[in-house]
């Protein structure tokens, strides 16, 4: 079984940085694809960023150049550094894992998620 731990929430104002960390454990981390996800009030959870088992990534065309997604396979963990932020990043913020080496943008494609961390952005 996987366990995904988030943590690095919190309330911070707009223009301001948070970093999220996502601490993996049950299976070998470094082989996997990772994501990350969020959900607001009222609305579908969506896609935020993903990173393959190497380097490769991706972003959601409203967070890219703000944010930046890694990993350190060392430490089992992934990383969502989050800058210049407004309040619509507001939401809870969830990491997955995939089935497989790759990244995806759809929530199906991942088996395995986090139990969530807030964000909150004050205008």
């Known amino acids: 079984q996987v366990q995904l731990v988030e943590s690095g929430g919190g309330l911070v104002q707009a223009g301001g940085s948070l970093r999220l960390s996502c601490a993996a454990s049950g299976r070998i981390f470094s082989r996997y694809g990772m994501g990350w996800f969020r959900q607001a009030p009222g609305k579908e959870r969506e896609f935020v960023a993903a990173i393959n088992w190497s380097t490769g990534t991706a972003y959601a065309d409203s967070v890219k150049g703000r944010f930046t997604i890694s990993r350190d396979n060392a430490k089992d963990t992934v990383y969502l550094q989050m800058n210049s932020l407004k309040p619509e990043d507001t939401a809870v913020y969830y990491c997955?894992?995939?089935?497989?080496?790759?990244?995806?943008?759809?929530?199906?494609?991942?088996?395995?998620w986090g139990q969530g961390t807030q964000v909150t952005v004050s205008s």
């Open positions: 997955a894992a995939s089935y497989s080496a790759n990244y995806y943008y759809q929530k199906s494609e991942y088996p395995y």
